[in-house]
Nanobody
Framework: QVQLVESGGGLVQAGGSLKLSCAAS????????MGWFRQAPGKERGFVAA????????DYADSVKGRFTISRDNAKKMVLLQMNSLKPEDTAVYYC??????????????????WGQGTQVTVSS
């Protein structure tokens, strides 16, 4: 069982930066691939980024590649999403998610068993 709590969302101007954090509970955090997803108003939730349980592989949606960086600290049971050069279209609720020991199909939200409550990110133009 893994419980996830996101933080770090807020209001920022276009071009600015935010860092989202996801704190996890549970003894086997290091065995979970972690993902970030987001849902904008009126849109379906979609993939943003993922990091493999070992931390050696990452994956990004094309829309955020080069601007966002996902990282993890297994000792602290944390996953971070550094977001730079933010755009108004990045406005969404951002969710942290976890799936056990798998890397394939990492972009599919149905593959993740555990979810946080979400944190709002608003980018003003």
């Amino acid at each position: 069982q893994v419980q996830l709590v996101e933080s770090g969302g807020g209001l920022v101007q276009a071009g600015g930066s935010l860092k989202l954090s996801c704190a996890a509970s549970g003894r086997t955090f290091s065995m979970y691939t972690m993902g970030w997803f987001r849902q904008a108003p009126g849109k379906e939730r979609g993939f943003v980024a993922a990091v493999r349980w070992s931390g050696d592989l990452t994956d990004y949606a094309d829309s955020v590649k080069g601007r966002f960086t996902i990282s993890r600290d297994n000792a602290k049971k944390m996953v971070l999403l550094q977001m730079n050069s933010l755009k108004p279209e990045d406005t969404a609720v951002y969710y942290c998610a976890a799936r056990y020991l798998a890397w394939d199909s990492r972009r599919i939200q149905g593959e993740y068993a555990y979810w946080g409550q979400g944190t709002q990110v608003t980018v003003s133009s």
